[in-house]
């Protein structure tokens, strides 16, 4: 099962003890805010997937607005987020980039 679930890009099923059963939860999302913690990125970088999932597309520009933070951190950020593959660059070198996700969520 858990197979099925990676090759379809989906998050691992999380498995859980209760009132005396065993229940496994299944997950459409992979982009939950839960899920993005355990990949360990930090605030500015969810509020970036979230962004993306609801706009489809994010600038550096972007990213340093709804960060409030700089060009160079916000290009930090993008590339960590590239590197892990869970944003994919899009356009040409420079102010042409922008990001999306690399895998499509099922709402």
Request: aromatic share 14%; proline share 0%.
């Given at each position: 099962m858990v197979e099925?679930?990676?090759?379809?890009d989906l998050p691992e099923p999380e498995y859980k003890e209760e009132l005396g059963g065993f229940s496994v939860?299944?997950?459409k999302d992979i982009y939950t805010e839960e899920n993005l913690r355990k990949m360990g990125l930090?605030?500015?970088?969810?509020?970036?997937v979230i962004y993306v999932k609801k706009k489809g597309r994010i600038t550096n520009k972007e990213y340093q607005a709804i960060n409030n933070i700089s060009r160079q951190m916000a290009t930090i950020d993008l590339?960590?987020?590239?590197?892990?593959g869970i944003f994919a660059?899009?356009?040409?070198?420079?102010?042409?980039?922008?990001?999306?996700?690399?895998k499509?969520?099922?709402k």
């Open positions: 099925w679930m990676k090759e379809a939860y299944f997950y930090n605030e500015r970088q969810i509020k970036a590339s960590i987020l590239a590197d892990k660059r899009i356009g040409k070198v420079g102010r042409g980039i922008a990001y999306r996700l690399t499509l969520t099922n």
